[in-house]
Nanobody, 124 residues
Framework: QVPLVESGGGLVQAGGSLRLSCAAS????????MGWFRQAPGKEREFVAA????????YYADSVKGRFTISTDNAKNTVYLQMNSLKPEDTAVYYC?????????????????WGQGTRVTVSS
């Protein structure tokens, strides 16, 4: 079993940018969806973005649409989350995940594989 490995988190000022990366095993990257979720202190884990690995269709939470972009590099078995115009409310631990089946891409409990998370802190 090869875990998903996230990187790219850090501390940025409001309005800044970060790019998160998630390196997956070839088997995990064969999931129908790869997604990003986040969890802020005292809050439940929430959907951020998802992408169909083979087709490249993307889906975003309303709170990040227009600011975040999810993408994949299939040759590297890697999914990215480009985060622009960051706000303090984006502060959270960000997790990447894989989902084998189509449908319900925004529901975390239907994802099959998870990384350990990378922390993003946005200062005001």
């Amino acid at each position: 079993q090869v875990p998903l490995v996230e990187s790219g988190g850090g501390l940025v000022q409001a309005g800044g940018s970060l790019r998160l990366s998630c390196a997956a095993s070839r088997r995990t990257f064969s999931s129908y969806y790869m997604g990003w979720f986040r969890q802020a202190p005292g809050k439940e884990r929430e959907f951020v973005a998802a992408i169909t690995v083979r087709g490249g269709s993307t889906y975003y939470a309303d709170s990040v649409k227009g600011r975040f972009t999810i993408s994949t590099d299939n040759a590297k078995n890697t999914v990215y989350l480009q985060m622009n115009s960051l706000k303090p409310e984006d502060t959270a631990v960000y997790y990447c995940a894989g989902k084998d089946a189509a449908g319900l891409s925004k529901i975390s409990r239907y994802y099959d594989s998870w990384g350990q998370g990378t922390r993003v802190t946005v200062s005001s």
